[in-house]
Structure formats: structure tokens, C-alpha cells
């Protein structure tokens, strides 16, 4: 402390000393202020229930002056006006019926299951840079380059990589990039039937979305096959629509269910590697090599009333944002050839900027659907004063965390939650299962959100009630909101992908690490 602040410090006190006894401390500047925000929120939130008390209180008030007279004349009325009761109860049950059979169903989350890869696919930093030094098309700039990105990416040293890239030389044929889609969305889904007890049978719907490998026959179409779905099943393949596409599958699969009643649908969500390393030296299309990593995740749902008692989730709101049409915004993650017809997919310098404002449009809208109303009037009332009277007044930045107990940020890289972190006022808390997963597992593109999802049951922080929002980024460029709230306080499922390592979690992520 300065000696000019411990001198205010001792006038400070010396003042207090010389006030009478009788008089009040003063509350504008001994209370906190957030103490002061925290008791207006819990004013505006409970003031429809604060204004029922009187008018409750009043009713009561008034029945207890009732004797059996009034009763007994209150009645007769009644009998009088027959026609007029018989009518209004009818309304009142016809309009009831009517919004029961056209409200949208409740969609659950049943179950889902992360997949987890084998042992000998992980990757140490030191085994993914000996192995770059054996690909000959990698000059020693672009070396250097991709250790210094994974010094700084956030990754730890037990990512995983798919087989052929595990061989010298890599081996990316269609073939190995087959057998990865199918380790993956397999042992994901063996994994979902087995906890769930859902026969493959009775699966009406099913989406899956991969955004770099798209075969024919399709994905969807090889899950089919391997699960001898049913020949009414309705599927669709969504490709590439980046790493967003897991929330986007997720609305489509809730339209779906919202259209055909009694159903159960699957989401896959995954991306390849194998067919999608870069060989070459462009440095804006190295970094994909250095980030994204094998996963996958699968996610039953159901509109069935008979599911509430055994789901995890209900989904409560989905909101999607796209900005393809800024060219700027359209060609920031972008998919081409180099200069020596190497292809790869291109991360713009610009990448960050267009992420923030997609996010601020989506938040925008889906502000007024989770946030309380007392954050909303804050919000509004900035808003005004800086149109109407001051064009330097900040605006007013809402407090998410009033809306969500938890936060699942597509775990794209460190720059990507750091942002988010900063932007949204986050603590280190909010933002623990994203980076704990792109430490554990790396960018594992759509099913990211999943694994972190995981993280949290895994750690046994879910409790009935809590909100959950899963923030999702891809090229196009989109930004996609899932909301969820928790049915009852959830347990990690069986098989687990944080089952033999959560313990370990959270790990201190240095900001700086040099490879062996």
C-alpha cells in the first residue's frame, strides 16, 4: 500500500472516531455494488409474485368474512346464471385442449456417449514433430511453425490422431478415412445402445454431420447398414457446415421430433482426419494440423412423455446465426488449394473479429429468451440513454451467468476462450470444461461441446435445474446456440471419456510449454 492511500486510510479513521455514536455507517460506499445488482435482479425476477401477495392476501381476506348466507347467495347466482357457467367452462376447456394438442412436445436428452480412442492413437508433442520432420514436404520454416502452435494451442500431450497418420509416411487413402468414420461413430453408438437399452430398431431419425469427409454411400447411410436400421427411417447428411454442425443437427432432429410424435432420433457428430491433413507450407492452412484431433459423440433424443423420468435434458431453446453473406465472413475458414495444389482449409487473420460479432448477433437474439427480465430492463435502458441522450454511454454488457450454471464453448482453440471468457465476463470456472477438453482431447470439431458436457457430469457439478449452454463456431460463418436444463441432478454414464482421467482435471495450463 502507498503511503498517500495508508494516509487516507488513517484520516479515514480518524473521522469515524470523531462521528457521533448514534449515526449509521455509510451504505453507499461500505456495500458492494454487485450485492446491490444481485438484490434488484432478485426484486425484478420475484416482482409478479410480490405484486400476487397483496391481491392474494386480499381474497383471503375478503372468504373469511363470508358466513353461510353469502355462501348460499353466491350460489343461487350462480344457478340463475347457468347458461353463462356451462358456456365459459366450455371455453376455458376447449381452449385448454386446444393448447395442449398444438403446443411444440418436450424434447429430451436421453443419453449420450463421447467417443474415446485408443491408447496408441495419442500423440506427444515430440512424436507429432519427428514425424512432421520425416514428411518431406515441410520446409524448416513451416516446422518451426507448427511447434510453436502447439506450444501455445492448449493441447496436452494426450490428444488423439487416427492410424494413418500414425504410419510413416501417412497413409490418407478413402479406405483408412472409411475405417476412421467407422471406429469413430461406432464404438460411439455401441456405446449409446448399451447404456441406453434402445434397440437400433426403434430409431425413426437420424442425423449425422461430418464436414470435411463426405463418402457415397453416405455416413448416415453406413450407420444403417452396420445397425440394419429400419427401411422407413428418416436420415439426412449434413457436410460441410464446419464445426457448428452439431447444433445444427440437433434443431433439425428437434423439428423432426416436434413433426413425428412417438419417435426417437439419433444426432452423430464427428469429423475426419485422415483425408484432411495438410501437406504443405502455408501457414494460414498448417494450423488445422496442430488443433483438430480424432472424436466423435452420439446423442439419442425423444419426444416420448414416457422418457422424462430416465432423460438428462430437456432442450429449451435453439438459436442459429449465420453470416455468409459478408464475403469477408464466407471465406474466413475456407477449404482450397495452395499455390502447389496442396489442399487444405484456411484460417483467416480475421477469424477472431467476425467470431465476436457473429457471437453478439447471436446472443442478441438469444438474450430475451434465457436472460431474466431484470437484465433486460438494465440492457434496454442503456440502450435508450445512448441513443436518445448520450452516444458515449457504454453499453450494457448482460450477465450470462444469471441465465446458465454452466457453459460448454466449442473448444476450437485458446484464442476462441479467451475471447469468449473475456466478451462474456466469465470466471475461470465457467470456462474450465473447455479448456480442460482441449487439453484432454483437442479440437475434435461439432462433438466438442459434448466432451465438455462430459466434464461436467464427470466432475458431479450438474444439479436439477441447472442451465446449460453449448456455444458453437464454423465456417460459413455461423454461430449456434443450444440451451438445456437439467431434469434431475445428472451422474457421467457409463464409459465415460473422462472416466479414467477426471481426477487429474484441472490441470494448470502454462502459457508457454517447449517440446522434447
Excluded at 447411410?221 to 457436410?239: D, E, F
Excluded at 434443431?251 to 421430433?257: C, I, Q, R, S
Excluded at 461441446?449 to 460459413?476: C, D, H, P, T
Aim: hydrophobic fraction near 40%.
Amino acid at each position: 500500500m502507498s503511503s498517500s492511500a495508508a494516509a487516507r486510510d488513517g484520516d479515514t479513521a480518524a473521522e469515524v472516531r470523531i462521528r457521533p455514536a448514534h449515526r449509521l455507517p455509510d451504505f453507499l460506499t461500505s456495500v458492494n455494488l454487485k450485492y446491490v445488482k444481485l438484490g434488484y435482479h432478485y426484486l425484478i425476477s420475484n416482482l409478479l409474485k410480490l405484486c400476487l401477495v397483496p391481491i392474494m392476501a386480499a381474497v383471503v381476506l375478503e372468504a373469511s368474512r363470508m358466513d353461510t348466507d353469502d355462501v348460499r347467495h353466491l350460489w343461487i347466482q350462480l344457478q340463475y346464471n347457468l347458461v353463462s357457467v356451462v358456456a365459459i367452462s366450455a371455453l376455458v376447456a376447449f381452449g385448454s385442449t386446444a393448447y395442449l394438442l398444438t403446443r411444440p412436445r418436450p424434447v429430451y436428452l436421453v443419453d449420450y456417449a463421447c467417443y474415446r480412442p485408443p491408447e496408441h492413437l495419442q500423440v506427444k508433442y515430440s512424436k507429432f514433430m519427428s514425424h512432421s520432420r520425416l514428411i518431406p514436404e515441410f520446409n524448416e520454416s513451416s516446422l518451426e511453425f507448427q511447434r510453436k502452435i502447439l506450444e501455445r494451442s492448449g493441447l496436452g500431450e494426450e490428444t488423439y490422431l487416427p492410424d494413418a497418420l500414425h504410419c510413416i509416411p501417412p497413409k490418407p487413402s478413402m479406405a483408412a478415412a472409411r475405417a476412421e468414420a467407422e471406429q469413430v461413430m461406432f464404438s460411439a453408438l455401441d456405446t449409446l445402445f448399451a447404456n441406453t437399452g434402445v434397440s437400433p430398431k426403434d430409431i425413426g431419425i437420424l442425423v449425422v454431420n461430418c464436414s470435411l469427409f463426405n463418402p457415397t454411400p453416405s455416413l448416415s447411410a453406413m450407420i444403417v447398414n452396420k445397425y440394419k436400421l429400419r427401411g422407413n427411417i428418416r436420415s439426412y447428411n449434413l457436410g460441410g457446415m464446419g464445426c457448428s454442425a452439431g447444433v445444427i443437427s440437433i434443431d433439425l432432429a428437434k423439428d423432426l421430433l416436434r413433426v413425428h410424435r412417438n419417435s426417437y432420433a439419433i444426432v452423430v457428430s464427428t469429423e475426419n482426419i485422415t483425408q484432411n491433413w495438410y501437406f504443405g507450407n502455408n501457414k494460414a492452412m498448417l494450423l488445422p494440423n496442430c488443433l483438430f484431433r480424432v472424436g466423435g459423440a452420439a446423442i439419442l433424443l425423444s419426444n416420448k412423455s414416457s422418457d422424462r423420468r430416465r432423460a438428462k435434458y430437456r432442450l429449451r431453446h435453439v438459436v442459429r446465426t449465420h453470416r455468409g453473406a459478408d464475403d469477408k465472413a464466407f471465406k474466413c475458414v475456407y477449404q482450397e488449394e495452395d499455390e502447389k495444389g496442396k489442399v487444405g482449409v484456411s484460417l483467416s487473420k480475421d477469424l477472431m473479429v467476425i467470431a465476436g460479432g457473429t457471437l453478439k448477433t447471436n446472443i442478441t437474439t438469444l438474450g430475451p429468451l434465457v436472460l431474466p427480465l431484470s437484465e433486460q430492463l438494465l440492457f434496454f435502458a442503456t440502450l435508450v440513454a445512448k441513443k436518445l441522450f448520450n452516444p458515449k454511454v457504454k453499453p450494457y454488457i448482460p450477465d450470462f451467468k444469471l441465465a446458465f450454471e454452466h457453459f460448454c464453448i466449442h473448444a476450437g482453440g485458446r484464442a476462441v476462450i479467451d475471447e469468449l471468457e473475456k466478451n462474456l465476463q466469465l470466471a475461470a470456472g465457467h470456462v474450465e470444461p473447455s479448456r480442460m477438453t482441449l487439453h484432454r482431447f483437442g479440437n475434435t470439431s461439432s462433438s466438442s461441446i459434448w466432451y465438455e458436457l462430459a466434464y461436467v457430469e464427470a466432475k458431479g457439478r450438474m444439479r436439477r435445474g441447472n442451465r446449460v449452454w453449448q456455444i458453437a463456431f464454423g465456417s460459413g460463418f455461423k454461430c449456434n446456440s443450444a440451451v438445456w436444463e437439467a431434469l434431475r441432478n445428472v451422474k457421467p454414464s457409463a464409459n465415460s471419456p473422462w472416466a479414467d482421467c477426471v481426477d487429474r482435471y484441472p490441470v494448470e495450463i502454462a502459457a508457454h510449454r517447449s517440446s522434447k
